[in-house]
């Protein structure tokens, strides 16, 4: 009989590759998170919104124009 083994990616290097520079900070997107933790986009959203106290003031913040622009022009160099 042949057993096959298959090798799961090591949860830091699946979080690591989620992670990119914006304002000089390394950040995960939302809907990175939102997969990471198993939920919807929106209930990630509505649960740091309705439990704003539990995070810390520099947990979420929206980005520009300019910075979403720069971050598809990445994705689709990079794929």
């Given at each position: ?9 090591a ?7 989620h ?20 939920v919807?986009?929106?209930?990630l ?5 309705r ?11 929206q ?9 598809k022009?990445?994705?689709v160099?990079?794929s």
């Amino acid at each position: 009989m042949v057993r096959k083994i298959v090798m799961a990616e090591a949860p830091e290097a699946s979080i690591a590759r989620h992670i990119v520079v914006l304002r000089g900070q390394k950040v995960m997107l939302d809907f990175d998170l939102a997969e990471l933790y198993g939920v919807l986009l929106k209930v990630l959203i509505q649960s740091v919104k309705r439990n704003g106290n539990r995070f810390p003031g520099d947990f979420m913040f929206q980005l520009t124009h300019q910075e979403l622009a720069i971050l598809k022009s990445q994705f689709v160099t990079s794929s």
